[in-house]
């Protein structure tokens, strides 16, 4: 499993967040929990809903943009938050993802809400290597 860390003094109504994965796979379920773990506690999160979910996008980049932005339209959507994560992402352009999620509906009376993002930016927006796996830095709007 990646790391991921919050960024302070990044955005002053934002959350800014830093994730290191060993592999794109990793990165990109760090940053699913990452952001699951942003709205929500992650313990008071019924398992009840499992989702596939398949993404395709031109650019790598843009494929862990509109991961991310999907999982926050599924959150608006559905009030669906996952807190487990499996994900493949192949090809050469386009790119494609496909997760295998695990989590629940938000209840009011046991899921206990941290942030509410709205979207992920572009502001400071970055995917790339590194020696030993991948880095991103993800801004969301709170």
């Known amino acids: 499993m990646g790391v991921w ?9 934002d ?10 796979d990793d ?9 699951a773990e942003l709205m929500v506690d992650p313990a008071t999160v019924s398992m009840t809903v499992e989702r596939t979910l398949a993404v395709e996008a031109a650019e790598l980049d843009l494929l862990l943009f509109d991961f991310l932005s999907e ?15 499996r994900v493949r992402v192949g090809g050469e352009g386009p790119f494609r993802l496909r997760a295998q999620l695990g989590g629940g509906v938000i209840d009011r009376e046991r899921t206990t809400l ?7 930016t572009f502001h400071q927006f970055a995917l790339e290597p590194r020696e030993g796996g991948w880095r991103a830095r993800l801004v ?3």
């Open 140 to 142: 969301i709007d709170i």
């Open 27 to 35: 990165l990109f379920e760090t940053a699913a929990l990452a952001l």
């Open 114 to 120: 941290r942030a509410d993002p709205k979207a992920v």
């Open 15 to 24: 959350c800014a967040v830093d994730i290191e994965g060993t592999d794109l």
């Open 71 to 85: 999982l926050i339209f599924l959150k608006d959507r559905d009030r669906e938050v996952f807190t487990r994560c």
């Open 5 to 13: 860390r919050v960024v302070d003094d990044v955005a002053l109504a």
